[in-house]
Nanobody, 122 residues
Framework: QVLLVESGGGPVQAGGSLRLSCAASGRTLSYYNVAWFRQAPGKERAFVAEDSWTYGTQYYSDSVKGRFTISRDYVKNTVQLQMNSLKPEDTALYYC???????????????WGQGTQVTVSS
């Protein structure tokens, strides 16, 4: 079992930056694919970014490509999401996820955090 706890969310003005962090306990994330998803009010949970252990690369949704960066710290067993040039449409509850199978489908991930709220004002 992997316990994931997100932090770093909050209010920010458009054009600003936030850095989300996801701390894992219970197992090392070293051999898992890890990802960030987000869910805005009234919308389905959507893929944001993945750090793929399987393929050794990162994937991003088109809406955040060039603005967000996913990374992980293998020593601290954490995953980060650096978010720059934030837009009001980035407002959502952001979730950290981990699992042996990666990809853009949320059902591919076995473990989830409770989410951290990001609110971008114009």
């Amino acid at each position: 079992q992997v316990l994931l706890v997100e932090s770093g969310g909050g209010p920010v003005q458009a054009g600003g930056s936030l850095r989300l962090s996801c701390a894992a306990s219970g197992r090392t994330l070293s051999y898992y694919n890890v990802a960030w998803f987000r869910q805005a009010p009234g919308k389905e949970r959507a893929f944001v970014a993945e750090d793929s252990w399987t393929y050794g690369t990162q994937y991003y949704s088109d809406s955040v490509k060039g603005r967000f960066t996913i990374s992980r710290d293998y020593v601290k067993n954490t995953v980060q999401l650096q978010m720059n040039s934030l837009k009001p449409e980035d407002t959502a509850l952001y979730y950290c996820a981990a699992g042996p199978n990666g990809g853009k489908d949320s059902q591919s991930y076995s473990f989830w955090g409770q989410g951290t709220q990001v609110t971008v004002s114009s």
